[in-house]
């Protein structure tokens, strides 16, 4: 297991310089912050309310949702106080593109840490459940989670492994909610 820990975190070093080397185009920089900046929370709480306001089943999905954001938040920090990872940003911050860590970091001192992404994960657990709820937006939701994802790696916030690991987790906690309340 050591060897693979050992490979995997050779890979991410390696791939977060050259990220780091790459000058996005303007476009590019853009979408990423910007999608960083939706895996914030505030997109999220808005879908909550407009499935508050639908009643009935779209009460259970907001459940489904409320409880994956739930379970991934925990599964989170759990994951973080156990890894540890520093984040690259510290190590090396991002030449082309300058993305503070945000001030709230000083009230939740697990999320200094990188390994998993909580972007990723709470934007795949949310979007997984919305995607399994309204299949023909799918495509949409996903595409949005997988912004969010790749934001918080190409902007040099976390290691891909981070992304991907917090990606399939989300995702994997989504379903089940989703499994567990909805149907």
């Known amino acids: 297991m050591n060897a693979v820990l050992t490979f995997v975190n050779a890979s991410d070093l390696r791939l977060a310089g050259r990220v780091r080397l790459w000058t996005p185009p303007r476009w590019v920089r853009l979408w990423m912050l910007w999608a960083t900046t939706l895996g914030d929370g505030w997109l999220w709480l808005s879908v909550g309310f407009a499935l508050l306001d639908g009643g009935g089943r779209w009460r259970r999905v907001l459940a489904a949702a409320a409880i994956a954001a739930g379970v991934a938040n925990i599964a989170l920090v759990l994951l973080k106080r156990r890894f540890r990872r520093a984040r690259p940003c510290d190590a090396s911050p991002h030449p082309a593109v300058t993305v503070r860590v945000s001030s709230y970091l000083r009230y939740v001192p697990s999320d200094r840490f990188s390994f998993p992404s ?66």
């Open 118 to 183: 909580g972007h990723s994960m709470n934007a795949f657990a949310l979007a997984t459940v919305l995607a399994l709820t309204f299949p023909w937006g799918a495509p949409l939701f996903l595409i949005l989670a997988g912004s969010i994802a790749a934001s918080r790696f190409v902007l040099g916030l976390h290691y891909l492994s981070d992304v991907v690991a917090g990606s399939a987790l989300g995702a994997i906690i989504g379903a089940a909610a989703y499994a567990a309340i909805v149907p």
